[in-house]
């Protein structure tokens, strides 16, 4: 409990929330299952600091579902996300941050405001924008440093880096001002100029990485080894002067140390208290007893050389250590001014503006973020409130794509950046939901249409009337009879919800619902010499036509499987059109007042068979 009570500095008497009543006992307990589990996958030294309470409630739901769907950190298709286009970040914990903004958007005007504030200055500064991102693209991950300070692993090349990112936070305060609030760290910078090489090697055994002049001790033991080095450099010139070789010479290797050379014209001529090492083809090698000494003298001192570096490095070390919550402060303010910075860049370049917030969601020429970087891309307007809106078109019309970017920009408004619109105002949605593409599950067993109904479940259950729930092509993986009756009852469930709900649908019976709520849109397509022509454009009212045929046509399908569909189809319609008719002739023929229960109930399954197109007496009662 002692180690414990020193990793966590919490008062145990006063946990900062309460789980079933058992505040402080449900504290310690899942603090210790951490602890004891990064014991267990970590090994060594652990670096532990002070937990903090992570409340879901104070973010926008996001599901999985609607991450994946939204493309915004992994592609369906291609290679583009949301989180590709805005990472103009320049450091690891920037592009960290951004991951985290975008999973975790913000609920609260205040704070939101305050991001945007301070993308908008950087929109509207160039010159700092760029010298700022200039900065920034030179610093290392401090965060991660800090971390490694803690466990012991800096190696001198760590320290190098946090030197050279050091020296940054002086120039970054010179174009931004005393108010951005990084610490002081200047005491730090200096210790680390002063006591590191320009280039420290990686490992402190390498030696040859403490400065000359920053510790007396080591200078010392440096100057004795130079003064030994010098012997060997002038042995060769006193012993060429005393013996008269010319071609002697003063050599070294790994296996005998310091050797006098001499080539075989002159073995004749060498002193007699030279001892031969090595005799090669055309020299022979000796050493001298004076030679030994001094060489082991050198040894020596290059093991103390050593020692006494790696000592001077782990202090340099350890004084580092204790800046390592400054050194987070430092990254985690650097890290937001990256973001901002970043975000602020992707606005000028792409043309997003600020979003304003309200009650009322106002887009006006909105754009996907995604789709409009590799592609032509003709922007939409859209406006609702509490309201069910029902998109209709053609496949391929663009109807995915425009309950895509009205998601993304909702999303994009709230981490507090601005977006692809000529102008946005939007409410504070506390959460995303999408139901687009088809997915199985074939490893759990899932299908399609199982995958789909869970994930409009879990709709259905989390929405509130400050959601915003897209919804696409919902109930087409089962029959049409059993498909329509599941869109209309989920529009209905939704109209009554009063969230904010776009609907993308083949089912035109759904446009004809009486619900006081209910806006209909279409994408604009039309059949023109040559094929059908996609306008993108999203207009008010349902479609006239769904183009099926026609888009299957555009597909490739055999022109004879083609000409077949389209007979069918006209076939179809005209039957439907007739038994209509009959229906309501019939109708209209009948006396109510002189029906029976069962007559009445036979009449209905009649009139169910002739608008199905099914031959009479096929329906069950």
Not at 58 to 63: C, K, S, T, Y
Not at 319 to 344: G, M, N, Q, T
Not at 560 to 581: C, D, H, I, W
Request: charged letters at 30%.
């Amino acid at each position: 409990m002692e180690e414990f009570r020193k990793r966590f500095p919490v008062m145990l008497s006063e946990a900062p929330f309460d789980l079933e009543g058992e505040g402080p006992l449900a504290l310690r307990r899942a603090q210790g299952a951490l602890l004891a589990y990064a014991r267990a996958t970590q090994g060594g030294a652990l670096s532990v600091r002070p937990f903090r309470l992570y409340d879901p409630g104070a973010f926008v739901r996001l599901p999985e579902a609607s991450l994946k769907a939204l493309e915004v950190f992994e592609p369906l298709r291609g290679q583009d996300t949301l989180f590709g286009v805005l990472d103009e970040t320049r450091t690891a914990p920037g592009r960290r941050l951004l991951q985290a903004w975008l999973r975790h958007p913000l609920l609260e005007r205040g704070p939101l405001e305050a991001r945007l504030d301070r993308v908008e200055r950087f929109v509207r500064e160039g010159s700092l924008r760029e010298g700022v991102r200039r900065l920034l693209f030179r610093l290392a991950d401090l965060e991660r440093l800090a971390t490694r300070l803690e466990l012991g692993r800096a190696s001198p090349r760590d320290l190098a880096a946090l030197r050279r990112s050091l020296e940054i936070l002086p120039e970054l305060k010179g174009l931004l001002g005393e108010e951005v609030g990084l610490p002081d760290l200047s005491g730090l910078w200096e210790e680390l100029r002063a006591a590191l090489v320009e280039d420290p090697p990686l490992k402190v055994s390498e030696g040859g990485l403490i400065r000359e002049g920053y510790d007396p001790d080591l200078d010392a033991l440096r100057r004795a080894h130079a003064e030994g080095v010098a012997y060997f450099l002038d042995l060769e010139a006193r012993e060429k002067e005393r013996t008269g070789i010319p071609t002697l010479k003063v050599g070294y290797n790994a296996v005998f140390g310091y050797y006098l050379e001499v080539t075989r014209p002159y073995y004749e001529e060498v002193p007699k208290e030279y001892r031969p090492v090595q005799t090669l083809k055309d020299r022979q090698r000796y050493t001298l007893p004076e030679m030994k000494e001094r060489e082991r003298e050198l040894y020596r001192l290059e093991a103390l050389i050593k020692r006494r570096e790696e000592e001077v490095f782990l202090a340099l070390r350890e004084r580092a250590k204790k800046e390592a919550e400054a050194l987070r402060e430092a990254a985690r303010i650097l890290a937001e001014l990256d973001v901002y910075a970043a975000l602020a860049e992707v606005a000028v370049r792409y043309g997003y503006t600020r979003p304003r917030f309200g009650e009322r969601l106002r887009i006006r020429a909105g754009r996907h973020p995604v789709v409009e970087r590799r592609t032509e891309f003709v922007p939409n307007d859209l406006e609702m409130a509490h309201e069910l809106v029902l998109v209709t078109g053609p496949n391929m019309a663009g109807k995915s794509t425009f309950l895509r970017q009205t998601a993304l920009i909702a999303l994009l408004a709230q981490i507090g950046s601005f977006v692809p619109a000529e102008e946005a105002e939007l409410p504070l949605f506390d959460g995303i939901y999408t139901r687009i593409g088809a997915s199985d599950d074939l490893a759990g067993g899932k299908s399609t249409f199982m995958v789909e109904m869970e994930e409009v479940a879990l709709v259905l259950k989390e929405a509130t009337e400050r959601s915003l729930v897209l919804l696409d092509e919902v109930g087409r993986g089962t029959s049409s009879l059993d498909g329509v009756a599941i869109a209309t009852a989920l529009a209905e469930a939704l109209h009554e919800r009063r969230c904010y709900a776009l609907f993308a649908t083949h089912y035109f019976e759904l446009t004809a619902l009486a619900l006081p709520r209910l806006k209909n849109l279409h994408v604009a397509a039309k059949e023109e010499e040559g094929g059908l022509v996609f306008y993108h454009q999203v207009l008010p009212g349902p479609a006239s036509k769904s183009y099926g045929v026609e888009v299957a046509e555009m597909a490739g399908l055999p022109k004879e499987v083609v000409a077949r569909a389209k007979a069918l189809l006209q076939a179809m319609a005209a039957r439907r059109e007739g038994a209509l008719e009959e229906v309501l002739e019939r109708l209209l023929a009948l006396d109510p007042d002189r029906l029976t229960p069962l007559e009445a109930l036979r009449f209905l399954h009649e009139l169910k068979a002739l608008a199905l197109g099914l031959p009479l007496g096929s329906m069950k009662g």
